[in-house]
């Protein structure tokens, strides 16, 4: 008897789990969307914040740690050609979350390629050095790098912000980031 008597509201409540209400499963997907847009977005900045790396790189006399220099001191000071890689932490701002690891490597020919192999991939940034007053007789050099860094498979993957620094502009004889622009572009 009591069976029989709970039949009609077991078959009302097979009905309900068989079709279930179009609003709640609206919300149901919602959720799930959003639930795996925040997990995706987590992974994202997750890879993204374990590259904290600036590399300053270019060919050798490029004025790279120099830059390193003034970037972390804000003065002037006589350097000389780097045969290794220094780096430091530097504070972007005043927050002290936006911390990032500046890295001079060496621009010597026999050495540029391996130290760029082994910071690569903590790369958040690139900042290519130009010599501005030497650009016109290295020009094919200066070219040959930066194509060798732009193709690098690392690279490409993790697609760091790239900033091609024009250095030594208060020289007279210095070429123009304009004209330094069209060059590598003509050479690329």
């Known amino acids: 008897g009591m069976a029989g008597a709970l039949e009609p509201h077991m078959e009302t409540l097979r009905r ?5 209400d179009p609003a709640v499963l609206s919300v149901l997907l919602a959720l799930i ?6 997990l995706l977005w987590r ?14 790189l270019g060919l050798c006399d490029a004025g790279k ?3 390193f220099a003034r970037l972390l001191t804000g003065k002037y000071r006589d350097t000389q050609t780097s ?9 972007v701002s005043s927050d002290k979350s936006t911390n990032v690891t500046l890295i001079d490597l060496p ?15 903590a790369a958040r940034a690139i900042v290519f050095v130009v010599d501005s007053v030497a650009f016109q007789r290295e020009v094919k050099d200066v070219a040959e790098f930066l194509y060798q860094v732009l193709i690098d498979s690392t690279v490409l993957k993790n697609a760091p912000a790239l900033l091609i620094a024009c250095n030594k502009q208060d020289v007279t004889m210095a070429k123009s ?12």
């Open 107 to 121: 621009g010597h020919e026999s050495l540029r390629l391996q130290f760029l192999e082994r910071f690569k991939a």
């Open 33 to 38: 969307a959003v639930a795996i847009t925040i």
């Open 43 to 56: 992974f994202v900045q997750g890879r993204r914040s374990g590259r904290r790396a600036v590399l300053l």
């Open 65 to 67: 740690t120099l830059l």
């Open 16 to 20: 309900e789990l068989r079709a279930p």
């Open 83 to 91: 045969i290794t890689d220094s780096s430091a932490v530097y504070r």
């Open 177 to 188: 980031a304009k004209l330094i622009q069209q060059q590598l572009e003509k050479e690329l």
